[in-house]
């Protein structure tokens, strides 16, 4: 029998026999790394303990702590949960159970629906099983055995998925004690190591294999993680998130609604379009400075516009499109580049001209499925924060750089300083040479490094593969926010495509045409997502600056109506956002609705307070008073109100 050579973490190789499990070479290391190792990696790829290994192979045994465990530790909870149901309703048909973010889920085709209190009961057995420790054993069966089993058995979506594994694949059937499932794998060795930290969410619907010609099934969710201390922090996220989310805090505070005539679109109130405004405003003056023109490019084109530009044959699945009654057929604007390559052509360009930055608050129609729209978060019609820069090959670390201090600025002023930055290289489905590509993902692997660099390290930093646009690769920047999630907000895009699909071009300082390089670059990505995100960061308590009504003027009693008039007409002149309420209601009951709509200031005022020319000011969150002089209080609230890159 021939050997392999195993090499370990800390480089140190070994030989051994082909065929040798990682577990063997586990117990011959130490009983105690083999008792508490649940899976291992071969060259990086997690396999199963129990599988012989006939190639060289670096290996790194994972224990049921590593981060590489926590797929492992959902996958097995899936199928505990598949036992468990099949074992508590005997009959119900098992579909797939696949590990998602956060979680994992199962689908079922059940004659009764699940009902809420079977959840408990769901746990339960989970957890009787969970505690007989069952190993997880492999075996490959022939697709004419599988059939025929499952077929027996009454598991018929099982039969359909049998069918559909490509003939070159192994047909592997994982065991767990007498219950057993066809799967890819890898599993840890048996069900104990689930362990106790999982929780079921909830029922949802959905259809088999996500067609909505097919059956509909019952899909149960949830979530498992290494330790319970993990499991109780994940479940405090999803409180907060739901005190949080901004759907519902968009109603207490008035800011926008949607509604099913129009789909994945916001309808925005008074106070939400100010709080959108607000954002613009700030953008366009960092964009100013910055040294971008902004732009407005039309929001339908062609069709054959969007064919030259590939983004027909690339995107057209997720365009809006209407045929006019002459026959043409435009489509509405998924993004901003082609009509800014548009607007760059407009007019000779030299050398001289570049880098050429343009920026447009531009609105852009992108067609999602139903099921994935998510209030602002995830929507059809929005505004990009977008801007083009056409440069040359040699000017792109420069630049790149600019964009990424201009960025974290930004983000630091609406306070995400918790950022990495993720590289997403080439995907299947692009335009372009590979010699391009090679091209745009070295020049952003050099910026990246750039950026660690003078960060002393500090920035973290990932690579994202295959999750590029189509004609180009991309920096991604992912902020965390204030319970810990991650929103991926901007993006700088390095595209040596698009300009010469569309024959743009300047002259060097040879007199000769160029294609130039284009930089696509968002910064708040889509300010519907982004103000989303804000509201749910910031859990509607926005700082002065931002907030859409920064003060509410309440009177106690009706006769200091006239003071509170003149209160809120001199914050008004002095550049403040603010209303009256001179409702003949008590005052606790005036503050606790503004409260709830999350004014960061309610002015209130009384007899003494008119005949005194004074204030008493009550905070967001807080039940004490501060009592000032009029213009004091004013000149402060001014201070406070002055949007971050102004002071």
Known sequence: MTDVTITFPDGKQRQVASGTTGLEIAKSISPSLAKRTVAMQLDGALADLADPITKDASINFVSRTDPAALELIRHDAAHVLAEAVQSLWPGTQVTIGPVIENGFYYDFAKQ?????????????????????????????WSRNQAKKFFKDKG???????VDAIPEDQDLKIYKQGEWLDLCRGPHMTSTGQVGKAFKLMKFAGAYWRGDSTKPQLQRIYGTAYATEDELKAYLHQLEEAEKRDHRKLGREMDLFHFQEEAPGSVFWHAKGWTLFQTLIAYMRRQQQRAGYQEVNSPDMMEKHFWELSGHWENYGENMFTTVLPDERVFCCKPMNCPGHVQIYKHGLKSYRDLPYRIAEFGKVHRYE????????????????????????????????????????????????????IKLSTRPEKRVGADALWDKAEKALSDVLDEVKRRSNGQVKTAINPGEGAFYGPKLEYVLKDAIGRDWQCGTTQVDFNLAGRLSAFYIDDHSEKKTPVMIHRAMFGSLERFTGILIENFAGHFPLWLAPLQIVVAPIVSDANDYAIEVAQKAEAAGLRVETDLRNEKINLKIREHSLAKIPVIIVVGKREAEEKKVSIRRLGS???????????LTALVAEAVPPDLR
């Open 112 to 140: 009764q629906p699940f009902e809420p209190d079977d959840i408990p009961k769901i746990e339960k057995r989970m957890g009787e099983i969970i505690a007989k420790n069952a190993p997880f054993t492999k075996e490959v």
């Open 155 to 161: 598991e018929y979506f099982k039969v359909e998925l």
């Open 369 to 420: 499925p139903s099921g994935a729209l998510h209030g602002m978060l995830r929507v059809r019609h929005f505004t990009q924060d977008d801007a083009h820069i056409f440069l040359t090959e040699d000017q792109i670390m420069e630049e790149c750089l600019k964009i990424n201090d201009l960025m974290l600025a930004i983000y630091k002023d609406f306070g995400f300083e918790d950022i990495y």
């Open 623 to 633: 039940q004490d008073q501060t009592v000032l002089g009029l213009d004091e209080a």
